[in-house]
């Protein structure tokens, strides 16, 4: 009995509950994994458990939802975590996939060293890259720093490698007790409990493993339902994210740029400050000897530390050659010293005049010897208005792109996480509210077989069953192929019914026709309805054994059944007082009674003219059995000499049964023969007359030719 739809609310609605506390537990795990790891001090992190074996036991939903909450919870301690929830979620989208495969399973340990490789791969391989790229390189945090720090004081490994190596190692621990829980887990929960637990959205009959595994895989001509879902909203989702990337990409390189340029004329007015316009000239003269040089010099170092975005603080006079150098906070070799004549850049050359003029300028971005800066100076005028020169901070444009790349590197690896929870949630929905759906009613209506009573049944009962309840437009489409499916079936019934009462009537013809031929010999209609009894009994037999099986179908049965009563329908042509002679019958005479096998082919062809080839196997039994049925075995009958196999089957059937009844029957000028004196009769025609397998199984059907031998079929 198929579901109601109360029953499959009742079904989601435990199987929710189930997930739900799936989820819970496994979000217990991961987060008392890392308490317990930042407690015990242990170099792991085991955050990825619950996770891992929530996708094992309940699918996709659950492991990605637990991976995902997991970070969200970890990042109200240290907001960072956040960007690593694309690496949990992906391991919680592998740990499905290798459950649903086996795995897990402890009696194929190299599946789960497998599954240790990919599990590093990710966490350690892919989330080294993460932090370099968030981060860069750094010895300074992390479980795996003191082992990268030692790999890169070897000096066989570069920076990246060294730390790249160590987060390998150090999550192939990790990874190695997260796959040996799971697979434990895994291993003892019984699989009719892991079947329970798998998380499941049924909006029909639930499938049986078979039906869901064809469900899945049906095949299509170009692209699947289940591709152009994953297509469509898998490009709309990156359409999405990368136009909104971009824009906040851009809106945040245009905002730390404008920060920053703040920030250099805060540094440049701060340092601006502690200049002493009039001893501008001294300090270019004199230097570290002139009166609170050094003081000044300090300043510009303290405030060139005070960001690091901060390249250079300086102070230089413009002059028409070039600018000469009043301080330099930058004490290494390219340090410029007091008074040296440095040459314009092409950037300032272009502000050369207000420079001279001592007028304020706007920043300006070079791409120099020093690097690639935006400059912002601040003129420093005296008493009486002057300027006397300017205070420069040049900011460090590859750090503002830099933490552009850094800031586009965090925004992608949140939206990863976001995309693989959307996508697969959206087609776990189109799953089984969508795909499963179409498919079973697909497959359903394919299968259908509407050629037997009991297969029509089956057909309507198996689309009832589906009971699909999408409660949408796809639920009216399973409620028009239930009343199609059981209108096509009361159709087929009636054409049916209509079908066997033709060829009941149709039946009655023949044997009429028959009988009126065979009364012309003195002979009873008792002939031609045991003949066909027997036609059948003999056929039945020979399926039974496997002789001839592979002709012996039930329509080529049914047609030789059927057309049997006409073997004799030539007689028709053939005179009364041939048909009727008590005495021997002349060569002549007997040319011309053989004639009636011709003749009744001539007749049945002429029908299968006019019929136009409706009803062809039908008929063209019918002529086989006319034409053929007394031609023998060893090639001595009539018409045409055929032997063995040559003379088709149903004629061969026919000799037997035609010669047996003839020999049982009492007519006017003879009696009839018992059964074992006929049956000696055929016997020795067995391999000369007739077919040696057809008179072994008429003799093998002794119990119903007795019957049929005895039976008044006119009754």
Known sequence: MPESSVNLRALRAANYKRAGLLCLAGLFINVYGVYFARVTGAP???????????????????????????????????????????????????SAWFAQRGFYDFKKPWRLLAVIAVFALIGGGLGSVLTWTLYGFSFGEGVSAPLAHRLYESGRLSQFASQFLADMLIDLADKSITVVVVAAV??????????????????????????????????????????????????????????????????????????????????????????????????????????????????????????????????????????????????????WQPGELVAYND????????????????????????????????????????????????????????????????????????????????????????????????????????????????????????????????????????????????????????????????????????????????????????????????????????????????????????????HDIGKIKVSDLILNKTSRLTDEEFAIMKSHTTAGSEVIEHAMRIVSGEGSSYLREADNLALYHHEKWNGSGYPTGLKGTEIPLSARIMAVADVFDALVSKRSYKDGLSYEQAMDIIRSGSGSHFDPAIVNAFVNAEPQVREAMNLNLDA
């Open 347 to 566: 950037a300032l050359a272009q502000q050369k005049p207000a420079l001279l003029a001592g007028e304020a300028v706007e920043p300006v971005i070079s791409n120099d010897e020093y690097g690639w800066l935006l400059t912002v100076l601040e003129p420093v005028y005296d008493s009486d208005g002057r300027c006397r020169c300017y205070v420069g901070a040049d900011v460090d444009m590859s750090r503002i792109a830099a933490a552009g790349y850094e800031f586009l590197a965090r925004v992608v690896s949140l939206f990863f996480g976001f995309f693989l929870l959307i996508l697969t949630a959206t087609l776990w929905l189109a799953e089984y509210n969508i795909i499963l759906p179409v498919n079973t009613m697909a497959l359903t209506a394919g299968d259908s077989d509407y050629e037997s009573a009991a297969g029509r049944e089956k057909a309507v009962g198996d689309v009832r069953a589906l009971n699909i309840r999408t409660g949408d437009e796809l639920e009216n489409l399973y409620q028009s192929l239930m009343k199609t499916t059981a209108d096509m079936v009361a159709a087929v019934e009636n054409v049916e019914q209509q079908k066997q009462l033709i060829r009941k009537l149709q039946d009655g013809l023949i044997i009429v026709l028959a009988d009126m031929v065979e009364s012309r010999d003195t002979c009873t209609g008792q002939h031609v309805r045991k003949t066909a009894a027997y036609t059948g009994i003999i056929m039945e037999e020979l399926k039974k054994e496997g002789v001839y099986a592979d002709q012996l179908t039930d329509e080529y049965m049914s047609d030789v059944i059927s057309s049997a009563p006409l």
């Open 186 to 335: 895994w291993n003892l929960t019984p699989e009719a409990l892991r079947k329970r637990l798998y998380f499941t959205g049924w909006r029909q009959t639930p499938l049986t493993d078979e039906t869901l595994a064809g469900a899945t895989r049906t095949p299509v001509r170009r692209m699947s339902l289940r591709a152009k879902i994953t297509l469509l909203v898998g490009s709309a989702m990156i359409i999405v994210a990368a136009v909104i990337t971009a824009i906040s990409f851009d809106q945040y390189r245009d905002a730390l740029i404008e920060e920053q340029v703040n920030q250099a004329r805060s540094v440049a007015r701060t340092a601006a400050s502690a200049v002493v316009p009039g001893r501008v000239d001294e300090y270019m003269e004199q230097g570290p000897n002139a009166e609170g040089y050094d003081l000044i010099d300090s300043r510009f170092r303290d405030l060139l530390s005070s960001s690091e975005f901060i390249r250079y603080v300086y102070a230089y006079q413009p002059q028409e050659d070039g600018y000469r150098a009043v301080f330099d906070a930058d004490k290494s070799e390219s340090g």
């Open 44 to 94: 792991l992190y085991i955050d990825n458990i619950g996770s891992a074996l929530a996708a094992a036991l309940g699918g996709l939903i659950p492991g990605i939802v637990v991976g995902f909450l997991t970070n969200l919870l970890n990042a109200i301690g240290d907001y960072t975590t956040a960007y690593y929830g694309s690496l949990t979620v992906l391991i919680a989208v592998c």
